[in-house]
T-cell receptor, first 111, second 119 residues
Framework: QSVLTQPPSVSGTPGQNVTISCSGS????????VSWYQQFPGTAPKLLMY???QRPSGVPDRFSGSKSGTSASLAISGLQSEDEANYYC????????????FGGGTTLTVL | VQLAESGGGLVKPGGSLRLSCAAS????????MSWIRQAPGKGLEWIAY????????NYADSVKGRFTISRDNAKNSLYLQMNSLRPEDTAVYFC?????????????WGQGTLATVSS
C-alpha cells in the first residue's frame, strides 16, 4: 500500500491530453513539493518534474505539473506513442523523522 | 553524472549482501543520497537516505534494524549493508542523487542492481 495514491492506469490516443493524479496528505504533498518520474520497463526512473511543476532541461513542454492542497497532477498534452511508460509521483514526508514516499505508479497506454 | 550500482546477487533467507554505488561527474560530498528499490513488477519504494556528510540517516520501517546505509566521500561511494534478508527484499536496488535544495526529488539514478533472496 503506497502512501501516495495514483490511478493504476490511464490511456489515450495520439494527440490527446491526459492527466495523472497523485493524492497524499498534509505531512507530504500538503507541506512539501511533488516530483514525477517516468520509467520504461527494464530501465531506471528518470526525473520528469520537480518542485510541482518545474521541468528539468530536456523534458518536453508537453509535460506539465501542478499541485493544490494535498493533491498533485501530471498533465501530458499532445500524447505521443513514446510517452507510453510508467509514471510515479514522490514527495518528502515530514512524519517518522522524515522519509520519501512514492505513489504506486500509473501505467500510461497510448492506444 | 554517473551512478553505478554493484553487489547484487542471489542470497538465501537470513543472509547478507553489501551493495555499492560508485558516483562520478559531480561533487559527491555535497549531496544527500538515497537507496530506492523496486520489487519485480511493483512500484518504487524508498528505503534509506544519508546526508552529505554521512551524519544523518533514516530508514523505511520495512528495513529498519536490518539495513545500514553509509558513504565514503573520499571514494565517491555509497553503500547499503543488507542483513537478515527476507524473500520480500527481492528487488532491483537503485541509488539516487537528491537535488539541491533538499526534498525536491532525485535528479539522477543508477541503472540498478538485482538482489534475489531465495532458498
Amino acid at each position: 500500500q503506497s502512501v501516495l495514491t495514483q490511478p493504476p492506469s490511464v490511456s489515450g490516443t495520439p494527440g490527446q491530453n491526459v492527466t495523472i493524479s497523485c493524492s497524499g496528505s498534509r505531512s507530504n504533498v500538503g507541506t512539501n513539493t511533488v516530483s514525477w518520474y517516468q520509467q520504461f520497463p527494464g530501465t531506471a526512473p528518470k526525473l520528469l518534474m520537480y518542485r510541482n511543476g518545474q521541468r528539468p532541461s530536456g523534458v518536453p513542454d508537453r509535460f506539465s505539473g501542478s499541485k493544490s492542497g494535498t493533491s498533485a497532477s501530471l498533465a501530458i498534452s499532445g500524447l505521443q506513442s513514446e510517452d507510453e511508460a510508467n509514471y510515479y509521483c514522490a514527495s518528502w514526508d515530514d512524519s517518522l523523522n522524515g522519509r520519501w514516499v512514492f505513489g504506486g505508479g500509473t501505467t500510461l497506454t497510448v492506444l | 553524472v554517473q551512478l553505478a550500482e554493484s553487489g547484487g546477487g542471489l542470497v538465501k533467507p537470513g543472509g547478507s549482501l553489501r551493495l555499492s554505488c560508485a558516483a562520478s561527474g559531480f561533487t559527491f560530498s555535497d549531496y544527500y543520497m538515497s537507496w530506492i528499490r523496486q520489487a519485480p513488477g511493483k512500484g518504487l519504494e524508498w528505503i534509506a537516505y544519508i546526508s552529505a556528510t554521512g551524519s544523518y540517516t533514516n530508514y523505511a520501517d520495512s528495513v529498519k534494524g536490518r539495513f545500514t546505509i553509509s558513504r565514503d566521500n573520499a571514494k565517491n561511494s555509497l553503500y547499503l549493508q543488507m542483513n537478515s534478508l527476507r524473500p520480500e527484499d527481492t528487488a532491483v536496488y537503485f541509488c539516487a542523487k537528491e537535488l539541491i535544495p533538499l526534498f525536491l526529488g532525485f535528479d539522477f539514478w543508477g541503472q540498478g542492481t538485482l538482489a534475489t533472496v531465495s532458498s
